[in-house]
């Protein structure tokens, strides 16, 4: 399994290369800008993109898709419970002045529960609502499996839940509920910041070690 993490953009949120070394075949999650450098990385390690996964529609994971999909066409996946989210991009990029992202289509419009392959990489899409309503999670098995969390769980805290369509106890239910569960030595690869294990999280999260969720 290939993974490359990318910080990208004013905000610097998390975009992931993750391929099939056996495939060549790769996917990017959460394509917030600098697009000719993910495609840099697509091109180091002989990818070839097959889908990009977007873990939800705010501006910093999806301002560019509209320049990954010119460079190099794939298929958008995406919760629909965040199609409001992405209608209102416009309204994001004025909150933060940033310019307004050319619109995209999505091909796909997740429920949550959906089996994913990559090559020889399996995984589940979980869709683990409290940072907005479509926040979604993408699992992969194998020998070394991990969780593409999104902004729902960061190494030593969570996701804000401020925003529009946010919601701390929904997301505390998302965390107990749907990743709780999941073994300890998983690798969870945030939408920012390092990533971090179940088990560290379990000890050292405070919104998780202190409320024994």
Same mark, same amino acid.
């Given at each position: 399994?290939?993974?490359? &993490?990318?910080?990208?953009?004013?905000?610097?949120?998390?975009?992931?290369?993750?391929?099939?070394?056996?495939?060549?075949?790769?996917?990017?999650? @959460?394509?917030? @800008?600098?697009?000719?450098?993910?495609?840099?990385?697509?091109?180091?390690?002989?990818?070839?993109?097959?889908?990009?996964?977007?873990?939800?529609?705010?501006? /910093?994971?999806?301002?560019?898709?509209?320049?990954?999909?010119?460079?190099?066409?794939?298929?958008?996946?995406?919760?629909?419970?965040?199609?409001?989210?992405?209608?209102?991009?416009?309204?994001?990029?004025?909150?933060?002045?940033?310019?307004?992202?050319?619109?995209?289509?999505?091909? =796909?419009?997740? =429920?949550?529960?959906?089996?994913?392959?990559?090559?020889?990489? &399996?995984?589940?899409?979980?869709?683990?609502?409290?940072?907005?309503?479509?926040?979604?999670?993408?699992?992969?098995?194998?020998?070394?499996?991990?969780?593409?969390?999104?902004?729902?769980?960061?190494?030593?805290?969570?996701?804000? &839940? /401020?925003?529009?369509?946010?919601?701390?106890?929904?997301?505390?239910?998302?965390?107990?509920?749907?990743?709780?569960?999941?073994?300890?030595?998983?690798?969870?690869?945030?939408?920012?910041?390092?990533?971090?294990?179940? =088990?560290?999280?379990?000890?050292?999260?405070?919104?998780?070690? =202190?409320?024994?969720?």
């Amino acid at each position: 399994m290939i993974i490359e &993490t990318l910080p990208v953009g004013p905000l610097q949120s998390n975009c992931y290369i993750l391929g099939c070394e056996k495939s060549r075949l790769g996917w990017v999650i @959460d394509p917030g @800008d600098e697009a000719p450098r993910i495609v840099a990385l697509l091109d180091k390690h002989g990818l070839t993109l097959n889908s990009i996964f977007c873990t939800h529609a705010h501006l /910093d994971h999806v301002a560019g898709l509209a320049d990954l999909k010119r460079i190099r066409p794939a298929r958008v996946w995406m919760h629909e419970k965040d199609l409001p989210l992405f209608q209102n991009l416009a309204q994001q990029a004025a909150w933060i002045g940033l310019d307004t992202p050319e619109p995209v289509e999505i091909e =796909n419009w997740l =429920n949550g529960g959906e089996a994913v392959t990559l090559g020889e990489l &399996t995984g589940q899409v979980l869709h683990t609502p409290g940072h907005s309503p479509g926040s979604c999670s993408l699992l992969i098995d194998g020998d070394t499996p991990c969780l593409f969390s999104g902004d729902t769980l960061f190494r030593e805290s969570i996701g804000r &839940t /401020d925003l529009w369509g946010g919601s701390y106890e929904t997301l505390i239910h998302s965390m107990a509920q749907k990743i709780l569960p999941l073994p300890g030595s998983l690798c969870i690869y945030p939408g920012h910041g390092p990533s971090t294990t179940l =088990n560290h999280e379990k000890e050292y999260n405070p919104f998780i070690h =202190n409320r024994n969720i």
